[in-house]
T-cell receptor, first 115, second 111 residues
Framework: DTGVSQDPRHKITKRGQNVTFRCDPI?????LYWYRQTLGQGPEFLTY????????KSRLLSDRFSAERPKGSFSTLEIQRTEQGDSAMYLC?????????????FGPGTRLTVL | DAKTTQPTSMDCAEGRAANLPCNHS???????VYWYRQIHSQGPQYIIH???NNETNEMASLIITEDRKSSTLILPHATLRDTAVYYC????????????FGKGTKLSVKP
């Protein structure tokens, strides 16, 4: 399967701990997006990369959140000093840059539970 | 990106066609209509998109009204596995930014 993969699929942590999630996009997709989804809501944009450059960040991305894509391939999303409000599904998506369509391909998500 | 309005929920009998409406009355000429769906606890899945003409693929058909102010996603023979939240998204063609999701329509396919 050459789709978008995310690891881990589930993460349970205690408040105050740091967590890191990984996303592997479809190969040759140079655009990578992170979204967050809380219960009953649609996904909300967090940030996106073109290759290794982080081009946009949402206001949802507080100082405790940081995302990287060091070699323009996989990406990591780190949350420091987690809070209960961070509990959500974190989704990663990728797409080809320069494509005439806006189709994004999503991974299965990482479900974070902060106790 | 133009705003969209969808019903909160819909039911459909298994084997019947599911018709999911979406209003996008403020759509502009260069904006496409996209449909994604999200099955419980999975990431969203692209279904189909269109600009003016009706479109069909192996998953669904998209009917866009002549004035482009509304559209309908048609699943011709709904199965239980089509139970999901369906999102209608309008965006400028070729734009590079993020997708803006609303709350979508929860489609329940019943036996």
């Amino acid at each position: 399967d050459t789709g978008v993969s995310q690891d881990p699929r589930h993460k349970i942590t205690k408040r105050g701990q740091n967590v890191t999630f990984r996303c592997d996009p479809i190969s040759e997709h140079n655009r990578l997006y992170w979204y967050r989804q809380t219960l009953g809501q649609g996904p909300e944009f967090l940030t996106y990369f073109q290759n290794e450059a982080q081009l946009e960040k949402s206001r949802l991305l507080s100082d405790r959140f940081s995302a990287e894509r060091p070699k323009g391939s996989f990406s990591t999303l780190e949350i420091q000093r987690t809070e209960q409000g961070d509990s959500a599904m974190y989704l990663c998506a990728s797409r080809e840059s320069g494509s005439s369509t806006d189709t994004q391909y999503f991974g299965p998500g990482t479900r974070l539970t902060v106790l | 990106d133009a705003k969209t309005t969808q019903p909160t929920s819909m039911d459909c009998a298994e084997g019947r066609a599911a018709n999911l409406p979406c209003n996008h009355s403020t759509i502009s000429g260069n904006e496409y209509v996209y449909w994604y769906r999200q099955i419980h606890s999975q990431g969203p899945q692209y279904i189909i998109h269109g600009l003016k003409n009706n479109e069909t693929n192996e998953m669904a058909s998209l009917i866009i009204t002549e004035d482009r102010k509304s559209s309908t996603l048609i699943l011709p023979h709904a199965t239980l596995r089509d139970t999901a939240v369906y999102y209608c998204i309008v965006r400028v063609g070729g734009s590079q930014g993020n997708l803006i999701f609303g709350k979508g329509t929860k489609l329940s396919v019943k036996p």
